[in-house]
């Protein structure tokens, strides 16, 4: 189903950001209504300043909607209006809002900072309030609306710990919807 220019025209991005670095690097307009998030981990220790910048400078043909760093800030580097590159994946890229989240750790199980998870779930109600998403859910495969890299790259992302925490996430979520 292809957006309407209206619809298109009313995405906004959430107020929750801190900062921003918009990058090149996207496929601008998406051509399908956002329906999904792809939570990603960044398999980084960084703020979300610091991951925003390293898209907006990259040759890497690699983005996210969103960057969360290990303290929580919350950095916007592609417009949500515009699809980003994050998943491998045309089909889920234009449907998802992508969100790299910093990590704690880059051994053992990859684990994520109480603030990132925190600022993970108020991104993900926000996304769905403001894109009219009744309920996030997590299904565990690309039917729900939560979404993992893994299922569309031979990748690990995202992750052992935060790949254990997509049902939580989406429960969490669900109380404040």
């Not at 580097?77 to 890229?93: F, L, M, P, Q």
Request: charged share 20%; aromatic share 8%; proline share 2%.
């Amino acid at each position: 189903m292809k957006q309407t220019e209206k619809e298109v025209m009313a995405m906004s991005n959430s107020s929750l950001v801190t900062y921003t670095n918009l990058t090149r690097n996207h496929s601008g307009r998406r051509t399908q209504p956002i329906t999904k998030i792809a939570i990603h981990h960044m398999y980084a220790i960084w703020t979300g300043k610091q991951c925003a910048d390293y898209f907006a400078t990259t040759d890497r043909q690699a983005s996210s909607n969103y960057c969360i760093g290990y303290d929580g800030d919350i950095a916007l580097g592609v417009e949500e209006k515009n699809r980003a590159w994050t998943t491998s994946s045309n089909w889920c890229d234009q449907r998802a809002i992508t969100i790299e989240v910093a990590n704690t750790s880059l051994s053992g199980n990859t684990p994520v900072s109480d603030a990132s998870m925190k600022a993970l779930i108020e991104l993900c109600v926000d996304i769905c309030k403001r894109n009219n998403i009744k309920e996030c859910t997590y299904t565990g495969d690309t039917s729900g609306v939560l979404q993992k890299h893994s299922w569309y790259a031979a990748t690990s992302c995202p992750g052992v710990y935060l790949g254990g925490k997509f049902a939580y996430i989406a429960e969490e979520a669900n109380k404040r919807l």
